[in-house]
């Protein structure tokens, strides 16, 4: 069965800072891949998404995810953070196109930006 | 409203109660989403509809759980003998397209405690 593991629980980077979450997932053939963020008291929103092309995509609020097939990743990143990235970030994955794929997401990384 | 609803927002019942958590999905949405989202954890997978059918219930931990969505658009899920164990954040999300490929829109969430 597909899964999604997102190694790092709980991410604190001063402003300003560069940011990398990881997010591997488990399943060999098509994949559609996701970064949905939580901002705190607000339900989940879809920060960016892959499907097929080029496997650097880049979303909304400056953020970005490459793709990399050989390593199962889709590891979201941005060159600069900002306090009001503090949220939860979720990576999630739907392994192949069927109508009766279900997206799978991640436990969730928590990210803290101190002012 | 234009985005998902869910009622109630917060369910407060005693062990071995039934429940019904309502969604009311973007209008035209095909796909419509139940997930479980514990304290610290993803959204996890419950049941998934296309149109009146569910096209995957997998995710439904045993036979107390039960989701209908009888005319296409509201659903309804139903917990029957609830256990402290159900406590969770029901979430409910929506999608335009029918292949998976489309972003999910969530509601609030309906926030479940078994006492």
């Known amino acids: 069965a597909q899964s999604v593991s997102q190694h790092n629980h709980h991410v604190i980077l001063s402003e300003a800072a560069s940011l990398e979450l990881g997010c591997n997932y488990s399943?060999?053939?098509?994949?559609?891949l996701f970064w949905y963020v939580q901002y705190p008291g607000q339900h989940l929103q879809l920060l960016l998404k892959?499907?097929?092309?080029?496997?650097l995509v880049k979303g909304i609020k400056g953020f970005e995810a490459e793709f990399i097939k050989s390593k199962f990743s889709f590891n979201l990143r941005k060159p600069s953070v900002q306090w009001s990235d503090t949220a939860e970030y979720f990576c999630?994955?739907?392994?192949?196109?069927?109508?009766?794929?279900?997206?799978?997401f991640g436990s969730g990384t928590r990210l803290s930006i101190r002012p | 409203g234009a985005g998902v609803s869910q009622t109630p927002s917060n369910k407060v019942t005693e062990k071995g109660k039934y429940v019904e958590l309502r969604c009311d999905p973007i209008?035209?949405?095909?796909?419509l989403y139940w997930y479980r989202q514990s304290l610290g954890q993803g959204p996890e997978f419950l049941i998934y509809?296309?149109?009146?059918?569910?096209?995957?219930d997998s995710g439904l931990p045993n036979d107390r759980f039960f989701a209908v969505r009888p005319e296409g658009s509201v659903s309804t899920l139903k917990i029957q003998r609830t256990e402290r164990g159900d406590s969770a954040v029901y979430l409910c999300?929506?999608?335009?397209?029918?292949?998976?490929?489309?972003?999910?829109?969530f509601g609030e969430g309906s926030r479940l405690t078994v006492l």
């Open positions: 999630a994955v739907i392994a192949g196109y069927s109508s009766a794929s279900k997206i799978i």
């Open positions: 509809f296309q149109g009146t059918g569910a096209a995957d």
């Open positions: 999300a929506s999608s335009l397209q029918r292949d998976n490929t489309g972003e999910l829109f």
């Open positions: 209008s035209g949405h095909t796909a």
């Open positions: 399943y060999g053939g098509t994949v559609n």
């Open positions: 892959y499907f097929s092309g080029d496997p």
